[in-house]
């Protein structure tokens, strides 16, 4: 019996599939999606065989994505969703300006460093030249503008004497992130030794202190 089979046995109301009947066909669609993504890249996955794998028709595919960069877009959603911290691990604590940007800035690195968030950065390295598309799927950075609408909302009201606000403020939001992630990434993709926990933690821990000194000085003359 197949996925779409199942689905069928449990009709609702009017013949249809159920809520979660109709959940769990979308969420095996996405993991078998993920998968062939990941493993083979985008130009070596077909939507033939990831309705095979799921056992479902090519149309009752396309009752649910009119093509590949839509289940792309969809599978980096998932991705992101995936990797941020659990609803109940608060993204802002701490007593100190500094404790509470090293705290996330761990929490986002954490993040960025994932093995299916680092796939995700090879395969998009890897194809987007011969793919442009993939820049749609990805949308304004996903999980990169959260982050610094994030960090901009803490810079202007919960570390005080900081002279950045508003555009500076979401400017050095951007800069920071850029700080804390693009080298520990760029070592764990290939570019060098990956990082150990403990030189993340010191990555960060020597990274925030560095950004808060800039930011203390931003609103002295030249």
């Not at 090879?122 to 610094?148: K, M, Q």
């Not at 960060?204 to 203390?216: A, P």
């Amino acid at each position: 019996m197949t996925v779409a089979d199942d689905e069928r046995r449990a009709p609702g109301r009017g013949g249809r599939p159920s809520r979660e009947a109709a959940a769990q066909l979308g969420e095996k669609i996405l993991e078998i999606a993920t998968d062939f993504f990941l493993r083979d890249g985008y130009g070596g996955t077909s939507i033939e065989a990831i309705a095979q794998a799921a056992g479902m028709s090519k149309r009752t595919f396309y009752h649910r994505y009119d093509g590949k960069p839509a289940l792309f877009a969809a599978v980096v959603a998932r991705i992101v969703e995936q990797i941020r911290p659990p609803p109940n691990v608060p993204l802002l604590a701490g007593k100190t300006a500094a404790e509470i940007l090293e705290r996330l800035a761990g929490l986002m690195l954490q993040a960025a460093l994932s093995p299916r968030a680092l796939a995700l950065n090879r395969l998009i390295i890897a194809e987007s030249e011969r793919f442009p598309e993939l820049a749609t799927a990805l949308g304004p950075g996903r999980g990169r503008a959260e982050a610094v609408a994030l960090i901009t909302s803490l810079l202007e009201t919960r570390v005080e004497g900081l002279p950045p606000t508003g555009e500076d403020a979401a400017f050095a939001a951007g800069q920071f992130l850029q700080m804390v992630i693009s080298w520990p990434q760029r070592r764990a993709l290939g570019l060098g030794t990956p990082m150990s926990p403990a030189e993340q933690a010191e990555w960060v821990r020597r990274t925030t202190r560095l950004f808060l000194k800039g930011c203390e000085a931003w609103g002295e003359p030249d």
